[in-house]
């Protein structure tokens, strides 16, 4: 059965950082993208940034660039968000999402199959 479980989201102060993981189960991270998407309150959501299974090539959304990280750890079948300089903008439930169709990863919902229940990130002093 493919899961996947993130961790590591909780409260932190502007200019704090966290780092969010993604755990997967039943699959392989060679197999699959894996994109980092949030959703706030009343909004859309949106892709922040993606993992490519082909090559390991990464996308960010333009919001985050310079202060997020993405990065995977195959022996450990986990991705990693490295979130930097954190803002208040930033609140929001961050998921991760497998995608084992398409070769290069996007930030489009619609393009991933299966996806983790959520962490809540909060940015407030």
């Known amino acids: 059965q493919l899961q996947l479980v993130e961790s590591g989201g909780g409260l932190v102060q502007p200019g704090g950082s966290l780092r969010l993981s993604c755990a997967a189960s039943?699959?392989?991270?060679?197999?699959?993208?894996i994109g980092w998407f949030r959703q706030a309150p009343g909004k859309e959501r949106e892709g922040v940034s993606c993992?490519?299974?082909?090559?390991?090539?990464?996308n960010y959304a333009d919001s985050v660039k310079g202060r997020f990280t993405i990065s995977r750890d195959m022996a450990k079948n986990t991705v990693y968000l490295q979130m930097n300089s954190l803002k208040p903008e930033d609140t929001a439930v961050y998921y991760c999402?497998?995608?084992?169709?398409?070769?290069?990863?996007?930030?489009?919902?619609?393009?991933?199959?299966?996806w983790g229940q959520g962490t809540q990130v909060t940015v407030s002093s």
């Open positions: 999402a497998a995608d084992g169709l398409h070769h290069y990863c996007s930030g489009y919902v619609v393009e991933y199959d299966y």
């Open positions: 039943g699959f392989t991270l060679e197999h699959y993208s």
């Open positions: 993992i490519s299974r082909s090559d390991g090539s990464t």
